[in-house]
């Protein structure tokens, strides 16, 4: 077993996945949400992340590539996407929608934020797809493949136990404390899907 490629893949796929960094946006994205089914979106968010990674592993760009769907594209959809959950977070709209469930039984499954903002482009975005794509480039055959799953399926492990901490921290915060932290990382998150489109356009040879 190849050592010093495993310290590679895991240091490259912590820095891109950010568990650490991961924690607090769940807790904006869940703000209002029941324990049980906080626990229900994170476990979704990151096996929905794992099985894409996964497959993306295995079959490498010839997933995008049998769709007619290049890397560069896929970066600028994701960011597009991920501006508009950052304006829902900037507005409150999020906030309101969730106030406005309150008293129901049931919240609404399409307010669900475990697919999409969490597992994609969140977890599984297009960092952690190239990273992943790359690393089994790096190291081809079955060995290379299952070295990096592995790697990958523990950090995945640590997202899902960062956000089982996540009620901890909402305490700890307070509600003033989550909704500034809210509308900070929303500015953040807005950064970061300008950049995912730049890099999207980066790639086609449009932007220096």
């Given amino acids: 077993m190849d050592t010093a490629f495993l310290i590679t893949a895991f240091v490259t796929l912590f820095v891109v996945i950010d568990p650490i960094g991961m924690t607090p946006l769940f807790v904006a994205l869940t703000q209002g949400s029941s324990a049980a089914r906080r626990r229900a979106i994170a476990l979704r968010a990151c096996v929905t992340s794992a099985l894409i990674l996964i497959a993306f592993a295995a079959f490498g760009e010839a997933v995008l590539g049998f769709i007619g769907i290049s890397m560069p594209a896929f970066r600028i959809a994701g960011g597009v996407l991920l501006f508009l959950t950052a304006l829902d977070m900037l507005f409150e709209r999020r906030t309101k929608r969730r106030q406005g469930q309150a008293d129901e039984a049931e919240e609404d499954e399409g307010d669900d934020p475990s697919i999409f903002p969490l597992a994609i482009p969140l977890i599984a975005g297009p960092g952690a797809i190239a990273s992943v794509i790359l690393l089994v480039g790096q190291q081809p055959g079955p060995e290379g493949l299952a070295m990096v799953v592995g790697v990958m ?44 489109v730049l890099d999207g356009l980066r790639g086609f040879g449009l932007a220096g």
């Fill in 153 to 196: 399926l523990s950090l995945v492990l640590l997202v899902f136990l960062m956000f089982l901490t996540g009620s901890i921290l909402e305490r700890a915060l307070g509600k003033v404390g989550i909704n500034v932290v809210t509308r900070l990382l929303g500015m953040l998150l807005a950064a970061l899907a300008v950049q995912f």
